[in-house]
């Protein structure tokens, strides 16, 4: 078959519905594999589909939502998370990251967000420490779940472990160091500061 043959067929169309037959589709894959037009017309028609699929697509109602977390055991997350604060109760945060883990193995920093609208607020791990950073638009604030560090702040050392919190004041070099034999714990929120 020559391609314009393969194109008109209906094939491909089946094969990215998901209809062809086992045999139809191991035929598109060798002509995909063989020709770079057929692959073209291959992500032309997803892409189609795709469209046509969220130009159909219909909202399901709010409670959808609830009722399918509560049966799954998931607790969703808030659409905003309260403004990270020195007299913040560090059990507040602990309940509400309880689920969540690094996967067993990471580099030096694993960073989960926990889709925050209002503020970019994040679990983070971070197993050795982080080199130093200025901030100039941007408010970095974190709470300590577990573990302990040393944070370099300007001249400064402060030493922080569970249930300590800090504010990064702007224009101020700063790093961490963890100083615990696991992984160290955080909430870290970041507010971008208008210009």
Request: with cysteine; glycine share 6%.
């Amino acid at each position: 078959m020559d391609i314009q043959t393969i194109i008109s067929s209906g094939l491909l169309e089946s094969y990215v519905l998901g209809t062809a037959t086992e045999q139809e589709r191991e035929q598109v894959q060798q002509w995909a594999s063989q020709h770079e037009q057929i692959r073209r017309e291959l992500a032309l028609l997803e892409q189609s589909l795709e469209k046509l699929a969220f130009s159909q697509a219909v909202s399901p109602p709010g409670h959808v939502k609830k009722k399918l977390f509560k049966q799954l055991g998931f607790e969703p997350e808030p659409a905003a998370f309260p403004h990270l604060r020195q007299k913040r109760d560090p059990a507040y945060w602990q309940a509400r990251v309880k689920n969540l883990s690094p996967p067993a193995s990471f580099d030096n920093i694993h960073a989960h967000p926990l889709g925050d609208a209002t503020y970019h607020t994040q679990v983070v791990w971070v197993k050795e420490g982080i080199n130093e950073e200025i901030h100039t638009d941007l408010l970095e604030r974190f709470l300590v779940l577990e573990g302990s560090c040393s944070c370099y702040l300007g001249q400064e050392v402060i030493r922080l472990e569970q249930g300590d919190y800090l504010e990064i004041p702007l224009h101020t070099p700063h790093s961490f160091r963890v100083t615990s034999p696991g992984p160290i714990k955080v909430i870290l929120q970041r507010e971008r500061l208008a210009a």
